[in-house]
């Protein structure tokens, strides 16, 4: 008779805010020849054009090549007035669900990546910074209602070019309440790696929920780090003596990627040929659809020796 006791060691935190609702809106105006623009929020960018819901609701793909310029707005409100989900262009929102108590669920875009932080614009009017590392899951929002655009409450804004495109000067109109550009790309380089920052995260964001389909929940293993002690009767004997009668457990990887637990020490192992407990290391991991299970009997290691005889 056994009984083994666990001792919590440690706690593996994740990130101290996980959700929040951002505090302010960065759209682009992407500017063409003749001072010819769209504003609003990006989408989606591939190699040769990007797609741009624009603050009327209208989804627009528009070509990188010919873009000169990029200026940059930051809005406290919601400049959109709305969302149309019948145009040809149109990108569906993802649902995404955060894990939290309760959990917290809405469908959306993503419209800026910030390392391990996606901005998501929902289809609320509202923006959403989120932790990958507490996405619970995806899902499609296939479900959403496409016959009729979508009226969002908003602030309607007049955006300016600021003083460094004195060429499209004579658009801006004598309006004391223009939002006037935070930033402006206008070399080729600067729009290049700008564009490629967003193409990037859009990429990864995409391999990123293929994987989510994989995993029953986020992290599959109890992130807790163990000291394990293991108490044996008086009565039981094991057949090999095995020294300290303790194991160390511990998780490793990330949400949704590669992810596993390891047991270091005397443990009982139901893949190995002994019924008592051994001095083993034990590994179970998950990666995308594969799964791997491996045990080892570190008292066998010795082979073409008469080990386990010598030392009963």
Not at 115 to 127: C, P, R
């Amino acid at each position: 008779m056994k009984h083994i006791f666990f001792f919590p060691l440690a706690f593996l935190f994740s990130g101290f805010i996980f959700l929040e609702k951002a505090k302010a809106l960065e759209l682009y105006s992407i500017v063409y020849s003749e001072c010819q623009h769209h504003t609003g929020l990006i989408l989606d960018v591939e190699e040769d054009e990007l797609l741009l819901l624009d603050t009327k609701g209208e989804s627009r793909k528009l070509p990188r090549q010919a873009i000169e310029t990029i200026l940059v707005y930051n809005t406290v409100e919601n400049p959109l007035s709305g969302i149309d989900l019948r145009h040809k262009h149109v990108v569906l929102p993802r649902k995404v669900t955060i894990q939290g108590e309760p959990d917290f669920e809405f469908a959306g875009w993503p419209i800026r990546f910030l390392e391990d932080l996606i901005v998501f614009y929902d289809t609320q009017g509202k923006s959403h910074l989120v932790n990958v590392e507490q996405v619970k899951r995806f899902e499609s929002a296939s479900d959403l209602n496409r016959e009729n655009p979508i009226t969002l409450k908003h602030i309607s804004f007049v955006f300016g070019f600021g003083s460094n495109m004195p060429r499209c000067r004579y658009l801006d109109e004598s309006e004391s309440s223009k939002v006037q550009p935070t930033r402006m790309l206008s070399d080729r380089i600067s729009i290049s790696k700008f564009l490629a920052v967003y193409q990037k995260g859009f990429d990864q964001l995409d391999r990123f929920e293929s994987r989510t389909g994989y995993y029953a929940r986020p992290y599959l293993y109890d992130t807790q780090t163990k000291l394990a002690l293991l108490i044996q009767n008086d009565r039981y004997r094991a057949e090999i003596p095995q020294g300290l009668p303790l194991n160390f457990q511990w998780s490793t990887g990330r949400n949704f990627g590669p992810q596993g637990k390891l047991t270091l020490g005397l443990s009982e192992v139901s893949t190995l040929p002994n019924i008592e407990p051994v001095f083993a290391v034990q590994f179970s991991g998950k990666y995308h659809f594969l799964s791997l299970q491996y045990a080892g009997n570190i008292s066998a290691f010795s082979y073409g020796e008469d080990f386990l005889i010598n030392n009963r």
